[in-house]
């Protein structure tokens, strides 16, 4: 089955995907930083049982054994965002449970005993919190949430008090960034509570125009507040992103061509290359195909955020299936990359 | 026909070209800066009558009326080295003859009354020598050439007086060049009375790592001395540039590899390029496919070097058939390389 950034249906030319989390805990245990690890054991048989024997279709979801895993599959997982980095760092026995698809994850023993996170490609946080929620209330139906009638759900960090929920969009702006307006975007955004992070969150760089939107307020608003006011955001964001794209190709569209074509020679045809400068020229041919560029058949359809991800240094590992040296994987992924570029027409 | 550097069979690996010139002059007459153009249309006529009537092949040379030409076509023939830069600024009435294939042609009134010229594919100048010896018999059958026994064929400039012999070697040496070696080499090599000017001669700069070397000595040596001294100077140069091209072969393979792929990716794809960078990214390929990293079916055999000349402002926008401005012409370099450069297999 694929996973969710495999399929190329639902995004859009801006928007990659959508992103909600939800933080819960239960009230009979202590927080995951004062938590014993049988009681830790308790908390993973709980939700393993909850969820797993609830679902409709048993295949549905799958629970990972985290200390099966070598830590190549884990950092993988940190990659395409299936859990946190925090996560496979951590000393308390976690547990997680995992859609065929990626799309929904519940991380157990992160930070707060629950994490359930959903995502869909495109813009669609409606739909992403929906799926949560069908989680979350089919835990609520078998599990005592830590919840306080003026507060909400309480949680170990306070900045994730009340709602519990962070949204996001992954957004890939490059007119935006390479303008450098961008900047002004983010130093304005930040007074309504919204936050931009690189691709990989928090402290993180971003790599080929790919940024992260999220709320950074948990309590005193609905999490359709939060919603519709991140999403409010996010599509004047992207508003400008396009207006940008449109002007610069209404303006350069030569000099546009020529870069996008370049990024596509050299990633068609080096033979070694950095993921650092595999986003950049990613991040330069995806515009290329979203402005219509380049164009490839039908019936291989675009999905360059699908490519970006196989070639995390991770995940490129796991796809061919060997365990590779810095400068091996700069060899490595150039090879990918050129097996797996669509063609162009 | 195709011209000489048109045809892919003779070039070696570094050697791409051969060249002799001869200065001569007419003894009846003033140098060309002191001729009447009376006498320069008579010197014009006769030159003609001698080659054109003389030649058992009478459709192996014609006569090229230079008036009769745009100036988008003499800067052509400059830049496929048929005619000197002076040639075409002269004020004196000119004449040209060519052979077909450009590979000989016969200045009228240049500097000297007559300039004879001979290239040849690759490393050849024995040949290219005995080629300009038959005009020039030719020519002296008809014609009182000035001569003094003790010094020798008299000419406008003392540098040529003597042989009149300039012999050159057009080389290409990316290696070398790369590496910081060619500087080195060139200040030996002028004790030697050699000289080494970039592709367009004298005050040009090197572009694609093409080099011309020459004599600078023209009297006190046979023509036979003159290029044996120069074919012994430029063999050493030839196989320190072929020995440093197998050293980064073998220490740095992969890194090779890449940049001349990546090359490959630009010329393949761009849609805007400025000669100076064409040069360099085909003297990468060029490179590449002497070194067999790039490969080509048989069928058609690779001619970097006769790309490098179509390329260039004036002969790019008479193979379109199109004046253009420089950004135009940018424009349509990228589309000629995309529809000309040799597919890889």
Redesign the interface.
């Known amino acids: 089955m694929l996973k969710w950034f495999e399929k190329s249906s639902g995004s859009d030319d801006v928007v990659i995907s959508s992103r909600v989390r939800l933080a819960r805990n239960i009230e009979e245990y202590n927080f995951p930083s004062r938590l014993s690890k049988e009681d830790a054991g308790r908390i993973i048989d709980d939700v393993k049982e909850a969820v797993l024997n609830a679902h409709e279709d048993n295949s549905y979801f799958h629970s990972v054994d985290m200390n099966n895993l070598s830590s190549l599959e884990k950092v993988a997982m940190v990659e395409r965002h299936v859990v946190s980095p925090n996560f496979v760092q951590t000393l308390v026995p976690t547990g997680l449970i995992l859609s065929e698809d990626e799309s929904i994850s519940i991380m157990i023993n992160e930070e707060d005993h629950l994490r359930i996170q959903s995502i869909t490609n495109g813009l669609n946080l409606d739909e992403a919190l929906q799926n949560a929620y069908r989680i979350d209330d089919l835990l609520e139906e078998k599990i005592n949430y830590a919840y306080d009638e003026n507060i909400g759900y309480l949680t170990s960090c306070p900045t994730n008090v009340g709602t519990g929920l962070r949204a996001s969009y992954m957004i890939h702006v490059p007119a935006l960034e390479t303008t450098g307006k961008l900047q002004f975007i983010l130093d304005a955004i930040g007074k309504f509570g919204i936050t931009v992070r690189g691709i990989y969150g928090e402290g993180s760089k971003a790599r080929g125009s790919v940024f992260q939107i999220s709320n950074q307020i948990t309590l005193g608003h609905s999490e359709q507040e939060i919603i519709d006011n991140l999403t409010s955001l996010t599509k004047q964001i992207v508003e400008q992103e396009r207006a940008l794209r449109n002007k610069l190709l209404s303006e350069k569209r030569?000099?546009f061509?020529?870069a996008v074509?370049?990024s596509?020679?050299?990633?068609?045809?080096?033979?070694?290359i950095t993921s650092k400068e595999a986003m950049t020229l990613l991040s330069d041919i995806k515009l290329g195909y979203e402005l219509g560029i380049l164009k490839s058949d039908i019936k291989n359809p675009i999905n360059i955020y699908g490519l970006m991800t196989c070639i995390q240094p991770a995940n490129l590992q796991k796809k061919i299936n060997k365990e590779l040296k810095i400068d091996e994987r700069d060899?490595e992924r150039?090879t990918y990359i050129r097996n797996n570029l669509p063609k162009i027409i």
């Open positions: 030569l000099q061509e020529d074509y370049r596509y020679g050299i990633l068609a045809h080096a033979r070694i060899i150039a």
